[in-house]
């Protein structure tokens, strides 16, 4: 079973700056990918990010980036030059190779202060 | 290429009715799933189908709820009778296969309060 953590319930970052969201989680698979996900008030969620687990370099997308510490089951994502259009809910989502299925965590809300 | 496609938008119901939701996938995508989202939580996973057949159905309440994709194309998820604690967002998302290689593409969702 997989079961996925998000400590922190509320984010705040000023405009321009750097944020770090967290997450931890735990998984009996051996094969999996992991993901952040975007949900606007639209609702629409949105890849923000994924990272092989097999893979030790961190993945990055723009000012997307993570650091994942396989060993610690630790994946948190990394937001440089925070932009207005970045707030919004993120959850981390393991996802199993072999099974398909996503498992998201409870969300973090990020807010930017203009 | 056409996104997720699903319907209603929102949906407003009494308890004890019934309701029903849309969703055609990507063209071409063989998987599909509903997820139902309580307000301020993440989704939780209810149905995977692979083509029309069913993969995982173990977290849908199967006394209230129920979901087919006949001609593996597009699904549909009814709740039949609807109780208070069904409100939430009910999102469809899908993959070309199996794997999670490419991550999951959702639909806007559908909101459902019940009353």
């Known amino acids: 079973a997989q079961t996925v953590t998000q400590s922190q319930p509320e984010m705040s970052v000023q405009e321009a700056e750097t944020v770090t969201l967290s997450c931890t989680y735990d998984t009996s698979e051996s094969d999996y990918y992991l993901f952040w996900y975007k949900q606007p008030p639209s609702r629409q969620m949105i890849l923000v990010i994924r990272?092989?687990?097999?893979?030790?370099q961190n993945a990055t997308e723009n000012r997307f980036s993570v650091n994942f510490q396989k060993a610690a089951k630790s994946f948190s994502l990394k937001i440089s030059d925070s932009q207005l259009g970045d707030a919004a809910m993120y959850f981390c989502a393991p996802g199993s190779s072999n099974t398909g299925k996503l498992i998201f965590g409870q969300g973090t809300t990020l807010q930017v202060k203009p | 290429e056409a996104g997720v496609a699903q319907s209603p938008r929102y949906k407003i119901i009494e308890k004890r009715q019934s309701v029903a939701f849309w969703c055609n996938p990507i063209?071409?995508?063989?998987?599909l799933y509903w997820y139902q989202q309580i307000l301020g939580q993440g989704p939780k996973l209810l149905i995977q189908f692979q083509n029309n057949g069913v993969v995982d159905d173990s977290q849908l309440p199967k006394d209230r709820f129920s979901a087919e994709r006949l001609k593996g194309v597009d699904s549909t998820l009814k709740i039949q009778p609807a109780k208070l604690e069904d409100s939430a967002v009910y999102l469809c998302?899908?993959?070309?296969?199996?794997?999670?290689?490419?991550?999951?593409?959702f639909g806007s969702g559908t909101r459902l309060t019940v009353v």
């Open positions: 998302a899908s993959t070309q296969g199996q794997g999670v290689i490419g991550g999951y593409t």
């Open positions: 990272q092989e687990a097999y893979k030790q």
């Open positions: 063209s071409g995508h063989a998987t």
